[in-house]
């Protein structure tokens, strides 16, 4: 890795010590698969180690710092101290699938003044075990993909832009909503993607292969770290209406700044129309 903080140390480190472990219970979701009752519970015990793990090895460095966790929920720490956003297997579903796409994202939220809770996100790493690439960004220090400096795409005509998206699953999300921000941007675009991964979704807008994503009803330890990378490669990260707060709302607009204002449009009709 390029120079960087003590901290982004911390997390790789914290990162690389958990995929071993990942990479060898998804070798054996595989095997699973064909069992009767299949991986389902062996997946969610493999998401507690990975994050019982993170959270040992975190600790170790800062004691004080307390956590927002997927699995686990809030461990209170310092007020006044940041507190770390930890995802330990984002694409649990594809992971539970024996589909190789899934990630580790942790990222560091500092507390807003007077302690009236979380704010701004300083550090981020979206660390993909299958394929031992590690996107990072840390504030106003860039993102990256190792050593690589990442940027946005530089497209700036929707019929040649690939969209990655998230799809309302279980009951879960706005159903009419996403169908007609589809039915709003599909036919202008050159194609639509969903992964199932949010972290890596917007890792890879960060690194150009995506020229936008769009998602609702994402938590805060699915987009914290990779909303500062598509930040830190040049990008725009905003919510729906164009706000500056999509973790409070639940809603990720991502994109370079052409694009972002292009989708934002027809966003905007598709949510007036509705
Ligand atoms: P997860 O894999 O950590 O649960 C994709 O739409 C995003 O939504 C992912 O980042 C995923 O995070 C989250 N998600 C939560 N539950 C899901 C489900 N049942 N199916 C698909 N994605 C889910
Ligand atoms: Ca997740």
Redesign the pocket.
Known sequence: MVSHSGLLTVIDRAARKVAPQLRRDFGEVQHLQVSRKGPADFVSMADQKAERTLVAELQKARPDWGFLL?EGGEIAGDPTKPRWVV?P?????NFLHGIPHFAISIAVQEPKLGGQGWGEVTTGLVYQPITDESYWAEKSRGAWRHDQRLRVSARRDLSEALIAT?IP??G?GDMAQWSRIFGAIAPSIAGIRRF????LDLAHVAAGRYDGFW?SG?QPW?VAAGMLIVREAGGFVTDFRGGAEPIERREVLAANDVIHSKLHKLLAGALRNA
């Open positions: 997927e995802d297997l984002d694409g649990t579903t998230g699953f279980l879960h199932g991964a949010a972290s998602e994402l699915d």
